[in-house]
C-alpha cells in the first residue's frame, strides 16, 4: 500500500489511500467541514497542510484552528479559538506548527505570529498556549527557522541572527538569551537571505546582496555557543540583487542562484542568473572548503536542483530549447542531455529516477530518466497543463494536478507509475491543494501514535518504509484504477520548424503520405492488389530483412539487458571461485546479483536452471 494523497477543494478536504485501491478516507476532518458548510455554498477553510513527518494535519477557518492526527487523520488534538489564521507551516520534524494572523489594525503590539508545541499529551480542559509568540506584519518569510531534527530555531534580528538550541524536555524560545549569535558585517549590507542547513548538526548559509560597488557575499558558519566569527567557505561576486538557496539533503553543499533585477544585455525581462557552489569537507570544514560558479549556458536558470544522495545536482539552463547538465559537488559537469524544451527536473525520494518535464508555458511533455542506468530514458507521457509535480514518498509513483488559481479549468488529478502508465485520475470543479502523505520517520513512544521517543532516522529504516511503500512492479504488473481506463493522454503536435525536409513539421495527411510511399491515405478505402502501395511494403520488406526485430517489447529488451548482466555476474562468481583477484567493482558487480534477479522476476522471467 502506498502512501496517502491529501486534496483540498473548494469544498472540503480529503484523503485517499494510495495505490492500488486510491479509496477515499471519511476523516473527522471532512466530517466537520461538511457540518460547518451546510446551507453554505463555500467552504470557511482558509489554509491548510500536512506536517513533514506524516503526523499531523492542521487547518484553520475565519475563527478556529484544528490539529489531527492518527493514521486517517480521524482523531482532534486539539481546537482552539484563533481568529483569521491565513497562513501555517510545520517545522521539519513536526514537532512545532508556526501560524502567521492578518495583524491587527487597531493594535500596534499585536503578536500575530504564534508558535505551537505539538508532541506532547494534550488533557481536553487544559488551557492550550503558544510557546512562543512575535509580531511580523509581512506574509513572506514570516515563520521561523527550524533545523532538520527541531534542536535549533534561528530568527533574524536588527543586527543579527540569533539562534536558540530547543530541549525537549523542556521547551524555551528565549531569543534574549540565545545560545549563539551571527552579527552582521560592521560595515556593510544587512543579511537579506539565510538558511539553516538540514543537516543534523546544522550549518547556516547568509547573503548579503551588491549595493554601491560592493560586491555580494554568500558565506556558510557554523553553529557555536557564543558569538559566531569564523567562517566556513565564503565567495564574493558581482551581479547579485537577491538570491535563492538550496542546500544538499547531507548539509556540506548550497547552491546559490544569484539574480539581477534587470538584464544589462536586455535579453530577459527577469534579468540575469548565475548560480554559484559552496560545499566543504569534515566537521564544519576541518578538511577544506570549495567555492566556484557553476559553467551554465547563457540565458535564464529554470530549475536547479539536488540529488537525495547529495553527490549531484542537475541544472535546467538557457534560452529554449534549454541545457540539461548534471554536476558532481566541485562544480564539473558528469553528463548532459540533448536540448529540449523543459524547464522542471525532480529527482526521486531514492535517487535512482530523474523526472524531466516541461510546464507552465510549455507543452507538459514528461522524460523519466535512470539514474543507475546512465541517465538512459525509460519512459515519456505528456501530462498537459500542470501545476503541481511531485515524487511519492516510495520513489515509484509521480502525482500530476493542474489547480487553481493557477489554472481554472480542467482541474484535477494524476497518478503515474514510474513505467509512464496512468494508474488513477481524478476530476474537480475546483482543486486548490494536492501533496502526498509522508510516512513518519521516528520511533513513537508506545501507545501512541504521535508522541516522538527517538528523533535519529537510520537509513536502514527509510529504506524499509520505501519498500514497504511502493511495490517495485513491472508494466506489465500494474493494476490500472478504473477512473484511468480509457483516459486519452493527449499529445501536443511538435513545434513548426522551417518547412525542409529535415524534420520539420508535416501535417498528418503528409506524413501518412510519406509513410505510404507518397500515395494519399484515404480512410475506409484498402488499395488494391499489385497497387503502388503494396509494391512499396514488398520491397521495404525484401530490402528491410530486420525489420522484425522492431517488434520487440520495452520489457523483452529488459530482460535481454539484464540475463546479460545476471551470466556476467556468474562469470565473475567462477573467476573468484578459482581465485582469482578482482577489482572492487567487480565485487560490488556481485553483490547486485539479488537485485537482478528480483527486477527478472518481476519482469515475468524464470531461471530454467
Given amino acids: 500500500m502506498s502512501s496517502q494523497i491529501f486534496l483540498k477543494t473548494s469544498q472540503d478536504i480529503e484523503l485517499f489511500q494510495g495505490y ?12 466537520e ?76 503590539n499585536d503578536k500575530n505570529v504564534k508558535i505551537w508545541y505539538l508532541n506532547k499529551e494534550f488533557s481536553e480542559n487544559a488551557d492550550i498556549n503558544p510557546v512562543y509568540e512575535y509580531q511580523y506584519k509581512s506574509q513572506n518569510s514570516w515563520a521561523l527557522q527550524f533545523s532538520k531534527l527541531d534542536t535549533y530555531a534561528i530568527k533574524l534580528f536588527l543586527k543579527e541572527i ?80 537577491s538570491c535563492q538557496l538550496k542546500w544538499n539533503p547531507q548539509g556540506n553543499a548550497v547552491l546559490c542562484l544569484a539574480i539581477t533585477d534587470f538584464d544589462a544585455q536586455n535579453k530577459s525581462y527577469y534579468g540575469e542568473n548565475t548560480l554559484y557552489l559552496l ?49 558532481d559537488l566541485r562544480g564539473n559537469v558528469v553528463h548532459s542531455l540533448p536540448q529540449q524544451s523543459k524547464n522542471t527536473m525532480l529527482f526521486s525520494p531514492t535517487g535512482k529516477y530523474i523526472l524531466i518535464g516541461g510546464f507552465g508555458n510549455l507543452q507538459g511533455s514528461v522524460e523519466i530518466l535512470d539514474r543507475h542506468n546512465k541517465f538512459k530514458s525509460i519512459a515519456k507521457f505528456e501530462a498537459t497543463n500542470t501545476s503541481v509535480c511531485k515524487w511519492s514518498p516510495g520513489g515509484e509513483f509521480i502525482m500530476t494536478a493542474t489547480t487553481s488559481p493557477r489554472l481554472r479549468v480542467d ?129 521495404n520488406a525484401q530490402t528491410s530483412p530486420k525489420s522484425s526485430t522492431s517488434t520487440i517489447s520495452p520489457e523483452e529488451k529488459k530482460i535481454r539487458s539484464l540475463v546479460k548482466k545476471l551470466k556476467a555476474i556468474e562469470t565473475l562468481k567462477e573467476r573468484q571461485k578459482n581465485g582469482d583477484k578482482l577489482e572492487i567493482t567487480q565485487v560490488q558487480k556481485i553483490g547486485t546479483e539479488e537485485s537482478v534477479r528480483e527486477s527478472l522476476e518481476a519482469l515475468g522471467w524464470k531461471d530454467e536452471h
Avoid at 26 to 31: G, M, P, S
Avoid at 39 to 49: F, R
Avoid at 75 to 102: C, E, H, M
Avoid at 188 to 210: D, H, K, N, V
Fill in 33 to 108: 467541514i461538511v457540518s460547518l458548510n451546510e446551507g453554505k455554498k463555500q467552504t470557511n477553510v482558509i489554509a491548510s497542510t500536512l506536517s513533514p513527518c506524516g503526523r499531523f494535519l492542521a487547518y484553520s477557518t475565519k475563527n478556529s484552528l484544528k490539529v489531527f492526527h492518527s493514521e486517517s487523520l480521524e482523531t482532534l488534538l486539539f481546537s482552539i479559538d484563533l481568529k483569521d489564521v491565513y497562513d501555517l507551516q510545520f517545522s521539519p520534524a513536526g514537532n512545532f506548527l508556526n501560524t502567521w494572523q492578518r495583524p491587527a489594525v487597531d493594535d500596534p
Fill in 279 to 327: 560545499s566543504f569537507q569534515g566537521v564544519n570544514g576541518t578538511l577544506g572548503s570549495n567555492s566556484v560558479r557553476v559553467s551554465l549556458t547563457n540565458g535564464p536558470v529554470h530549475d536547479f536542483t539536488w540529488s537525495p544522495t547529495s553527490r549531484q545536482f542537475g541544472v535546467i539552463a538557457g534560452y529554449m530549447p534549454a541545457t540539461i547538465s548534471f554536476f
Fill in 411 to 539: 482541474n484535477g488529478l494524476k497518478i503515474w507509475h514510474v513505467t509512464g502508465s496512468l494508474i488513477f485520475n481524478k476530476e474537480y470543479k475546483e482543486l486548490l491543494k494536492v501533496d502526498w502523505r509522508y510516512p513518519c520517520p521516528f520511533k513513537l513512544i508506545n501507545g501512541s501514535d504521535y508522541i516522538v521517543k527517538e528523533f535519529s532516522i537510520k537509513d536502514t529504516v527509510l529504506e524499509e518504509m520505501n519498500d514497504k511503500l511502493d511495490p517495485k512492479l513491472g508494466k506489465n504488473q500494474l493494476q490500472i484504477h478504473p477512473s484511468a481506463v480509457g483516459v486519452v493522454v493527449k499529445k501536443k503536435p511538435a513545434s513548426s520548424g522551417s518547412g525542409k525536409s529535415g524534420g520539420g513539421y508535416k501535417p498528418p495527411h503528409a506524413r501518412r503520405a510519406a509513410a505510404n510511399g507518397g500515395q494519399r491515405v484515404v480512410p475506409g478505402y484498402t488499395p488494391p492488389p499489385g497497387s503502388g502501395n503494396q509494391k512499396n511494403k514488398k520491397q
Fill in 20 to 31: 492500488p485501491k486510491f479509496d477515499q478516507i471519511n476523516t473527522t476532518a471532512q466530517q
Fill in 162 to 241: 540569533r539562534i536558540i538550541k530547543l530541549e525537549r524536555d523542556n521547551v524555551k524560545f528565549n531569543f534574549d538569551q540565545p545560545y549563539a549569535t551571527l552579527p552582521q558585517p560592521p560595515e556593510g549590507q544587512p543579511f537579506s537571505t539565510y538558511l539553516i542547513s538540514p543537516a543534523e548538526f546544522p550549518t547556516i548559509a547568509t547573503f548579503i546582496p551588491e549595493k554601491s560597488g560592493k560586491p555580494a557575499q554568500l558565506t556558510i558558519w557554523p553553529i557555536n555557543e557564543g558569538k559566531i566569527v569564523k567562517k566556513i567557505a565564503t565567495k564574493s561576486f558581482f551581479k547579485a540583487d
